[in-house]
């Protein structure tokens, strides 16, 4: 079963965000106490399923005797979906998006079988980290000296053999996860993929990479590019609404000062909670 991190308490979370996470300990604890059932979960947002979660929770806990369906939605928020939410919050860059797939597709084993086979249906068909360029971004920056140096050598065959013409990245075709893999580096049979080495480390001799690899100390640079793309929805939601509010000249220091205003206020507490 996923593990929400310990330190989630000390987080700075947006009001939904802590909502779940309340949610989840109240379940866990089969205790409900009168302020968290007393709160209103929020309006539900289909561009967020944080939120249905959230409602799938809160009408767990108001049943006397919840459905079967309703108890197999809750298994699974509980014991994967928000652990995994709040890890990918606590790791969000795309060095860790294989170690954390991996963790799910674990966590799902302890599922029944048919919501598994429903879950392993939806995982192949976004299996972007299961991909041999993210795998090896995971392996070369692994703790393990073994994972590692294996990533490092196989970034060095595959510059041996470099891709005829422009690269191509596809998403690995259905039937080629291991879901019952020990490891994130066997979750994929490589030998049947064209390996090619991740973009964001083309630019590093072998030189430079030899010294990464056998560094103890040295680490390689990658860029903190995001596993999620949370950000990218917000952002398409501003603009959205920027669009509908001001002109094309005016537009982009609409969008601007919308995002510094919610770096600098990030929630506002209702009028209920300033009472208290």
Known sequence: MGV???NIGSWELRNDQRYLFDMVVAVNNGECDEYLASKSPGPVSTARWL???SRLLRVYVSKESP??????????????????????KSQPQAIHGSR????YICWIRELSNAVQAIIRSAIENNA???????????????ADPEIRNDGYEKIKT??????????VFKVPKRGVINFESKSYVSMIDWSQFKITEPPCVQFYPDSELTMFQFSEN??????????????TERFVRVVSESASAVTDEKRLGHIFAKLES?????????????LK
């Not at 954390?100 to 963790?103: C, M, Q, R």
Request: charged share 20%; with cysteine; glycine share 2%.
């Open 218 to 231: 040295e680490v390689i640079n990658i860029p903190e590019f995001l596993c999620h793309s949370q950000n």
């Open 158 to 167: 595959a510059r041996q053999y470099p891709p005829a013409g422009l690269r």
């Open 100 to 103: 954390h797939v991996f963790k």
């Open 4 to 6: 929400i991190p310990e």
């Open 262 to 274: 919610r770096d600098q206020y990030k929630s506002l507490d209702s009028r209920q909670n300033l």
């Open 67 to 88: 459905s079967a369906e309703l108890r197999n939605m809750v298994e699974f928020v509980v014991k994967v979906y928000a652990p995994f939410w709040f890890l990918v």
């Open 128 to 142: 972007y980290y299961f991909h041999p360029e993210n795998i090896l971004l995971a392996m070369i920056t692994d």
């Open 51 to 53: 939120t249905t979660a």
